[in-house]
């Protein structure tokens, strides 16, 4: 796999042929359409199976500030991504970049501790390589987690947001890892996004939720994707209300969209980090330590909810 320093910039991208002769199947094709391929994460893969034990059939994404679910990882293996060729590496604090393979509530699991986003400089490809090489390892459902602004004004801080549907506003403007050639050994060229978030999970977690007490801070929503790193405007965040947004943030919509394209089941949890700012006049702005602060302070409970709607999944 290339990296941004040997991406070729002097690609066609039309007729997948390179410079040097090679096809877009063993060569990126530069910019924000940089593509990963089959062989590519297979290769990482097989190199991360050859050093766990571990074969977990569940994938956790742990976001800004919730790597902490880690510690409750039974027979733990971990690996660094920087140890890992071509693994993207997390640069932003709160992500501490690493795979805890090992058993959680019985159940073996593979978590990314910190995740990578597009306003790192990864391209869409880049950013949901790890969910092709969970899926190439075997993992069948993918939990995504992570930090998000309050857009519905009954959301508080601390809040926590069962994941129903997403908004990809950052497809509208092309960016969407699906775009590129389309390898039918991942899944089909034009994938289904109707039923993204799995029904009957969403229905398990509420039944946690209310079997945990945890229904007065525990909501369902629909969470929106800008590419950041920027938080959002005023005009934004009240275009984010006015479309039915209630969660909104930097990540999460590529893995998702990724994760289904090769047919994984997916739950999505946001814990809401902040509440965004809606009024022209405010003083109160939105910034990465509050977003963190709050997921000290309350990633515990997610964390809780996350690990027992885990223990009582059906596989
Ligand atoms: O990885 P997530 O989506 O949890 O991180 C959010 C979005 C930005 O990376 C960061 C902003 O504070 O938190
Ligand atoms: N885009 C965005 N991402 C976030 N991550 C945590 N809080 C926010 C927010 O308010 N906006």
């Known amino acids: 796999m290339s990296s941004s320093k040997s991406r070729p910039d002097n690609v066609e991208r039309r007729g997948i042929t390179f410079d040097d002769g090679s096809s877009s199947k063993s060569r990126k ?13 297979q290769k990482i893969a097989k190199h991360i199976l050859a050093i766990v034990k571990c074969r977990p059939k569940i994938g956790v994404i742990c ?16 690996i660094p991504y920087n140890e890992i060729p071509d693994f993207p590496v997390s640069t932003v604090p709160g992500h501490a970049g690493k795979l805890v393979f090992g058993t959680l509530k019985g159940k073996s699991v593979v978590l990314m501790q910190g995740r990578t986003h597009s306003y790192e400089g990864y391209s869409p490809q880049q950013t949901t390589l790890p969910v ?10 993918l939990f995504v987690t992570n930090a998000a602004g309050g857009i519905n004004r009954n959301f508080k801080v601390g809040d926590m947001m ?3 549907d997403h908004m990809n506003l950052a497809g509208f403007s092309g960016m969407n890892p699906l775009v590129g050639p389309n390898d039918e050994r991942f899944g089909p060229r034009f994938p289904p996004m109707s039923r993204a978030y ?3 999970i969403r229905k398990l977690a509420h039944k946690v939720v209310k079997e945990m007490n945890y229904t007065d801070f525990v909501h369902e929503g629909v969470y929106s994707m800008m590419v950041g790193p920027n938080f959002e405007t005023v005009t934004e965040c009240k275009f984010l209300h006015t479309i039915g947004v209630d969660a909104t943030g930097m990540s999460t919509v590529p893995e998702v969209l990724v994760a289904k394209h090769c047919g994984m089941r997916v739950f999505g949890m946001s ?3 902040n509440v965004v700012i809606m009024e022209f006049d405010s003083e109160a702005t939105a910034n990465h330590e ?3 602060e709050t997921g000290r302070q309350r990633s515990k409970y997610m964390q809780k909810l996350i690990a027992t709607i885990i223990e009582k999944l059906d596989s």
Request: aromatic residues 4%.
């Open 63 to 78: 976001g800004s500030g919730l790597g902490q679910l880690a510690e409750l990882v039974e027979d733990s293996e971990t």
């Open 29 to 41: 094709i530069g910019g924000a359409f940089s593509s990963v391929t089959y062989e590519d994460v």
């Open 198 to 200: 799995d029904l009957d």
């Open 271 to 273: 814990l809401i980090t």
């Open 162 to 164: 069962i994941i129903k």
């Open 290 to 292: 509050e977003v963190l």
């Open 132 to 141: 092709r090489t969970m899926k190439l390892m075997g993992v069948e459902t």
